[in-house]
Each structure stands twice: as structure tokens, then as C-alpha cells.
């Protein structure tokens, strides 16, 4: 039952975390996206009957990180803009300064 609901808190941090990702640091937004989570996972230790005993503590305190982390990389992964033009207009990666004529 434990691990069940360190599941749920892993996924139910996700999306959270992917929030925190696309949030300027120590913004409302940001302190926010860490801890709407939180009465989520208070619900869910009184769905699955696990109280508040330490052990508990243990294993849903990483879940809840794990979530939050994993999140933050998928989202900076996924969902970040592309990189803009190089300001001199040509294509990055490109050909590296060869030009078709130089042979090279």
C-alpha cells in the first residue's frame, strides 16, 4: 500500500514539477508549484489509511522530490522554446564556416 502511494505522489508532482521548471525562481508561481502538492499528498495518506508515522515519511518525502525533480527536467526538456537564430542570420550547426567552393 505504501508503494502505491508513493506512486501517486510521484505522479501527482509531475506536472507540478514541470510548472516549477517554466517559473522564475523564488517567484509566487514558483513557491507555489512546490507547495499546491501538498494537501494532494495529505489526502492521500488518508486514502490509503497510512497515518503519520515516520517510516511513511521515508519513502513519500523522496517520491514527493523525485516527482518534483523529473518534472523540472521533462519540462525544461519538452516544453522549452527553441533556441533562437544565431544573430548573424545563418543556420546553426550549418556547415562550420565552409563555403561550397572551398573545397574542403
Keep these: 500500500m505504501l ?3 508513493a506512486l501517486c505522489v510521484f505522479l501527482l508532482n509531475l506536472p507540478f514539477g514541470v510548472w516549477r521548471a517554466r517559473t522564475r525562481k523564488l517567484s509566487l508561481a514558483w513557491f507555489l508549484s512546490i507547495h499546491l502538492p501538498i494537501p ?3 489526502a492521500l495518506r488518508f486514502a490509503f489509511d ?3 508515522h515516520w517510516t ?4 513519500l518525502v523522496p517520491a514527493f522530490f523525485l516527482g ?3 518534472g523540472s527536467r521533462l ?3 519538452f516544453l522549452s522554446p527553441p533556441p533562437p537564430p544565431p ?3 545563418r543556420a546553426a550547426g550549418g556547415n562550420r564556416g565552409r ?3 572551398s573545397g574542403g
Design 87 to 89: 544573430a548573424d542570420g
Design 75 to 77: 519540462g525544461r526538456r
Design 99 to 101: 563555403t561550397a567552393s
Design 3 to 5: 508503494a502505491l502511494a
Design 40 to 42: 494532494g499528498v495529505v
Design 50 to 52: 497510512l497515518g503519520f
Design 56 to 59: 511513511s515519511y521515508a519513502v
Design 68 to 70: 518534483q525533480f523529473l
